[in-house]
């Protein structure tokens, strides 16, 4: 029994004798729920300057999840993830797999954009993170990939070069990750895309 039915759980310890079972209220148990604790977050310095929370969208019931860095400017101003020029190109890649964009779940690991698009502060992904993680909890995919190193050096809480970990599938927390390189990265460097498209061939064949 996991946690993607909470009634079943709940109605299992009822049987089991206890009838109050107190949920840490950190803890959302659905996608909107965690949304709504996000809408007006506080927990770091970028709530000073962001103008939408980027939460993520998609499929609550996706298999595959992707995970980018942080909201840019057209993300901010529409308050959804990879809706700019990066967003097109992340799109593509979905293609190649034979998916829509509403068929998979698509975060970052910030919600909030960084000014003039800096890089992520160690401050802002820790405070951020357990919302990252909540969204993977419900979700639950078969496969997580990252888009780019700020999303795998987060999770991993490690410090490596996409050049060395793209391509390499692991596993968080029991479940499957591919890391792949960022659109952004894509659009400045054209001749990695034949890599990129190997990463989706790959998701393909592990979806199958
Ligand atoms: N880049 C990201 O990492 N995330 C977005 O949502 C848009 C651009
Ligand atoms: Fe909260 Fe994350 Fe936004 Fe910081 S970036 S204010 S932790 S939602």
Redesign the pocket.
Known sequence: MGMRDPRRFMNALKDMGIDTYVFNKESASTLPLLQKQAKDCKKCGLAATRRHV?FGEGDSKARLVFV?????E??DLQGR????R??KLLDQLIERIGLRRDEVY?C??LKCRPPHNRDPEPGEVSACKDYLLGQLEIINPKIICT??R??YNALFEVDERITRIRGNLTKFKGTLLLPTY???FLLRNNERTKEAWEDMERLKQLLH
């Open positions: 980027v980018g860095e942080a909201p840019g057209e993300e993830p990879f809706v700019g990066a967003g698509i970052n690991i888009l780019g700020h999303a960022h659109p952004s």
